[in-house]
T-cell receptor
């Protein structure tokens, strides 16, 4: 069966520090991969998605970037974090077609 | 992707059926209806999806009206663990967009003993 792993579960970072969040999927090949962010009390916002290795699409302009160095690995990064980058970051995967997206347990990021 | 409208909150007694409505009057012919739920501090969990026929799985049933402008998610015997925010989403699969989900504010379901 397929599983998705995100780490770390929680992270506290100072303003201006770099960020690297990792997501890996097991049990499937060539998945679509997604990064979402959920601000406190609000719905999820899609940040990036990827349909293959090295293929990244950005949904909103921001201080973050994403990379997909391997088929089942998706990384969210920032060179310098802002206070507004705080939130709950979720990685998800799906196969092609009208199939569901499945989410990881998320990383709660607090910027001080 | 079509916009959905859900009540912001609902209560349900434990052991009773929970019926969560969703309006999607601008849905187009190739858009599916998806339901997810999010328990506090966890990632969203997929529940069920459908195109035009009613669907049932081990978690819930999805009833879609004949004109497809609304749907109802049914949890047949709600438990306290079903307390969560429930999201109704309609989308098509656009290969160039990877089939993104657009989450609204959802319905906060409280199951009470």
């Amino acid at each position: 069966s397929q599983t998705i792993h995100q780490w770390p579960a929680t992270l506290v970072q100072p303003v201006g520090s770099p960020l690297s969040l990792e997501c890996t999927v097991e049990g499937t090949s060539n998945p679509n991969l997604y990064w979402y962010r959920q601000a406190a009390g609000r719905g999820l916002q899609l940040l990036f998605y990827s349909v293959g290795i090295g293929q990244i699409s950005s949904e909103v302009p921001q201080n973050l970037s994403a990379s997909r160095p391997q088929d089942r690995q998706f990384i969210l990064s920032s060179k310098k974090l802002l206070l507004s980058d705080s939130g709950f970051y979720l990685c998800a995967w799906s196969v092609e077609g009208n199939q569901p997206q499945h989410f990881g347990d998320g990383t709660r990021l607090s910027i001080l | 992707d079509a916009k959905t409208t859900q009540p912001p909150s609902m209560d349900c007694a434990e052991g009773r059926a929970a019926n969560l409505p969703c309006n999607h009057s601008t849905i187009s012919g190739n858009e599916y209806v998806y339901w997810y739920r999010q328990i506090h501090s966890q990632g969203p969990q997929y529940i069920i999806h459908g195109l035009k026929n009613n669907e049932t799985n081990e978690m819930a049933s999805l009833i879609i009206t004949e004109d497809r402008k609304s749907s109802t998610l049914i949890l047949p015997h709600a438990t306290l663990r079903d307390t969560a925010v429930y999201y109704c989403i309609v989308r098509t699969h656009n290969y160039n967009q990877g089939g993104k989900l657009i989450f609204g504010q959802g319905t906060e379901l409280s199951v009470k003993p």
